[in-house]
Nanobody, 123 residues
Framework: QVQLAESGGGSVLVGESLTLSCAAPGFNLERLVITWFRRVPGKQLEAVLC?????????FWVDSVKGRFIASRDDSKSTAYLQMNNLLPEDTAVYYC???????????????WGQGAQVTVSP
């Protein structure tokens, strides 16, 4: 069940940037963590990173995005963001945000999901 609203996906060239937004209409994100997942066709859902709270501490699970992806959140707007810089072709995927009580790499731990945003990076 989709309860988060994602926006900001698109098609870019290698080295360009995109920022995804994940809004929570109708409820407060303040006490929840936000995890960004991605899925490449034919592969399993991959947990990318988890932003814990307004201090913007984040746990990264994909080493290749460290230094390029920046997670942030604005709890006053109940919105989280994923700024993706210096994008590479291997970043091409559908990106999902998910809200939960603790950071987990398992999608089954989350009961609030965005609808997904396609990110395509071309050489």
């Amino acid at each position: 069940q989709v309860q988060l609203a994602e926006s900001g996906g698109g098609s870019v060239l290698v080295g360009e940037s995109l920022t995804l937004s994940c809004a929570a209409p109708g409820f407060n994100l303040e006490r929840l963590v936000i995890t960004w997942f991605r899925r490449v066709p034919g592969k399993q859902l991959e947990a990318v990173l988890c932003i814990i709270d307004k201090s913007e501490r984040a746990t990264f699970w994909v080493d290749s995005v460290k230094g390029r992806f920046i997670a942030s959140r604005d709890d006053s707007k109940s919105t989280a963001y994923l700024q993706m810089n210096n994008l590479l072709p291997e970043d091409t995927a559908v990106y999902y945000c998910a809200a939960g009580e603790w950071c987990s790499r398992s999608g089954s731990q989350y009961d609030r999901w965005g609808q997904g945003a396609q990110v395509t990076v071309s050489p």
